[in-house]
């Protein structure tokens, strides 16, 4: 735990589940917020998702 690129890896799988609790927070209450933002967020989760793992391969990577 005292590995700061594992803090680092854990911000980011945390972002990714913040996105993803608000993309699917605005899609149940529907309304304004998702005709506008639905996509953005969808993207915007897969952008993090991709970070997230490519940290998480690197990680692995560097300490094997």
Do not use: E, T
């Not at 945390?14 to 149940?28: E, P, W």
């Not at 639905?38 to 993207?43: A, E, T």
């Amino acid at each position: 735990m005292d590995d700061p690129f594992f803090i680092l890896i854990l911000i980011a799988v945390a972002a990714v589940v913040v996105v993803l609790a608000i993309g699917i927070g605005g899609f149940g209450k529907g309304g304004k917020f998702n005709q506008k933002y639905s996509n953005k967020m969808m993207r915007l989760r897969i952008v993090a998702q991709l970070i997230a793992v490519v940290m998480i391969a690197a990680y692995v990577f560097l300490n094997s």
